[in-house]
């Protein structure tokens, strides 16, 4: 293909939030990378694309030397040019801090933090490169304000966001924008299995305590949003909203609210992938 072709390069856009906004800029013309472990899952994906709309990069986000392949892939597919950087792959697993295994409190933060921070660096001079580019990275309402039993993932969406916030000033030299979405409990594949101890799914268990939880359609135009606009942090649902407001202006409510949810989200979030 021609570099005159949008592109955008998802991370994580196997299942989830990284599907549906390949989905949602495929349909608004753009040209997608398709980046994930899962190598069926990428082609699912992909079959929702129209045909000659996207390319396929497996890619472990730990692994350098496999961000540096999967990059240049993309690059030749694109015709050098990477519009946005989707960087959303990323995990979740809870429950008190004392009882957590620490693989998988290791590989957390080497997803969702170290493999972020890679992600950047690798994709950095093609960004660079392309006129109006922009990074768009995941964080989670889980960043706005720190939530127990998630205390391992909450950080490390608290530090996604200061990595956005860092980039909206470091990059501007470059010609490149850093946005940040911040999705409240969204419906993908991360809550949708069964809680442990439960015969009901995470997504029902949420309801059941009176937390929202969003269809996934709603993150496609929150991103394109978020990469068109001049907002640096996008919360994404009236949850992540409401909780942002919350932080700012009342947060010994917030934690008298979120006391009665202890116990509760660490056995409903799942690794995804």
Same mark, same amino acid.
């Given at each position: 293909m021609t570099g005159e072709k949008k592109s955008i390069f998802i991370?994580?856009?196997?299942?989830?939030? +990284?599907r549906e906004v390949a989905r949602y800029f495929a349909d608004k013309g753009w040209f997608v990378g398709?980046?994930?472990?899962?190598?069926?899952g990428m082609q699912e994906t992909a079959a929702m694309l129209p045909d000659g709309a996207s390319s396929i990069h497996k890619l472990d986000v730990t692994d350098r030397k496999q961000w540096t392949k999967a990059v240049a892939?993309? +690059? !030749?597919? =694109?015709?050098?040019?990477?519009?946005?950087?989707?960087?959303?792959?990323?995990?979740?697993? +809870?429950?008190?801090?004392?009882?957590?295994?620490?693989e998988d409190i290791d590989l957390m933060i080497a997803i969702?933090?170290?493999?972020?921070?890679?992600?950047?660096?690798?994709?950095?001079? $093609?960004?660079?490169?392309?006129?109006? =580019?922009?990074v768009l990275y995941t964080a989670s309402a889980a960043g706005i304000y720190g939530v127990s039993d998630l205390s391992v993932y909450s950080a490390t969406?608290?530090?996604?966001?200061?990595?956005?916030? =860092?980039?909206?000033?470091e990059?501007?030299?470059?010609?490149?924008?850093?946005?940040?979405?911040m999705p409240g409990f969204i419906d993908t594949n991360i809550i949708s299995?069964?809680?442990?101890?439960?015969? !009901? =799914? +995470? !997504?029902?268990?949420?309801?059941?305590?009176?937390? $929202?939880v969003s269809p996934v359609s709603i993150i496609g135009p929150a991103a394109w949003e978020a990469v068109h606009?001049?907002?640096?942090?996008?919360?994404?649902?009236?949850?992540? !909203?409401q909780l942002a407001f919350a932080a700012r202006w009342m947060p010994g409510k917030l934690r008298k609210q979120e006391t009665a949810l202890v116990g509760d989200l660490g056995d409903i979030l799942k690794p995804e992938g």
């Open positions: 991370t994580g856009a196997a299942s989830g939030l +990284g398709i980046a994930d472990v899962n190598q069926d892939e993309f +690059g !030749k597919a =694109s015709g050098g040019r990477m519009d946005v950087f989707f960087n959303n792959a990323g995990i979740g697993s +809870g429950g008190p801090i004392e009882e957590m295994e620490d969702n933090l170290t493999g972020v921070i890679s992600g950047t660096r690798a994709c950095f001079e $093609m960004l660079k490169s392309t006129p109006g =580019s922009c969406k608290f530090a996604v966001r200061g990595l956005a916030e =860092s980039h909206d000033i990059f501007k030299k470059h010609g490149i924008r850093s946005r940040c979405l299995g069964v809680a442990e101890g439960s015969n !009901k =799914s +995470g !997504k029902e268990l949420l309801e059941d305590s009176g937390v $929202m606009g001049k907002k640096l942090h996008t919360p994404v649902n009236k949850m992540a !909203k």
